[in-house]
């Protein structure tokens, strides 16, 4: 049971993610995007960061990096796969999660400690929270507005798909706890067969009490543990 985590260039977070992993019992390995084949992986993580500089725009490409093929090889398997902020605008770049990340509302880099509610527990990521349970995890971004087309995010939210949403102390939703002006505080989504997360917030930033927060890692043990339920 393996997990990889891809280094694009300008990646960052990416050890940190292995730490995260391998705290949790999840034995993982760092991967260069150039890495054509991950038929030795279990489960893929597309770690933070700013792969080639955000040019043209964040995620837009490292979409093309080999490694992706095999990324959609094993989504489409039904593998467990995580993009966590830079990664999951890739995730969306590469169109295996629908929407997109636009400019936060303030037009700044934002970077703080954010309340998540969980919404959806029946995910290999989720299962160890409570539904409604609030969490504190830190956010590190410019790019982290969660956008869709209405019929996209109606679809969305119809199916459950949306896994965290930005919210206060207790729960309550508002604009006063959006940080980016992502639309429906959406923080996190599946895809439709829930297996291929994406979420702006940085749990593996919040995985020991020194940190401030533990909070992120019931995440990566849910991994682990349906890691192990599938062999
Ligand atoms: N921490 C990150 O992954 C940063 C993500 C992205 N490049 C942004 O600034 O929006």
């Not at 992993?21 to 933070?48: I, N, Y």
């Not at 400690?113 to 609030?134: C, K, N, S």
């Not at 971004?141 to 949403?165: C, I, K, N, S, W």
């Amino acid at each position: 049971m393996k997990v990889a985590v891809v280094q694009f260039p300008g990646s960052n977070c990416d050890r940190d993610k292995v730490w995260a992993l391998e705290r949790a019992g999840v034995k993982a390995e760092l991967v260069w995007h150039t890495e054509t084949d991950l038929s030795g992986f279990e489960a893929v993580v597309l770690p933070g960061g700013f792969s080639y500089g955000d040019y043209l725009r964040s995620g837009a490409l490292a979409k093309f990096s080999p490694v992706m093929q095999e990324v959609r090889r094993l989504a489409e398997r039904g593998h467990p796969v995580i993009g966590i902020c830079n990664g999951f605008q890739v995730l969306t770049e590469a169109g295996l999660l629908p929407g997109a990340l636009l400019a936060n509302t303030c037009l700044h880099f934002v970077c703080k400690e954010v309340f998540l509610r969980v919404e959806r527990t029946d995910t290999p990521f989720t299962h160890l929270y409570q539904a409604g349970e609030v969490l504190r995890i830190p956010i590190a971004h410019g790019d982290g507005r969660y956008y869709a087309d209405p019929e996209t995010l109606a679809r969305l939210e119809d199916q459950g798909q949306v896994v965290f949403r930005y919210a206060g102390p207790n729960g309550e939703l508002g604009e006063a706890h959006n940080p980016n002006g992502s639309l429906n505080h959406i923080a996190g989504i599946v895809n439709e067969r829930g297996n291929v997360l994406g979420m702006m917030p940085h749990p593996e930033r919040a995985v020991e009490a020194a940190l401030g927060s533990e909070d992120g890692s019931r995440l990566f043990q849910a991994l682990r543990m349906s890691l192990e339920v599938v062999g």
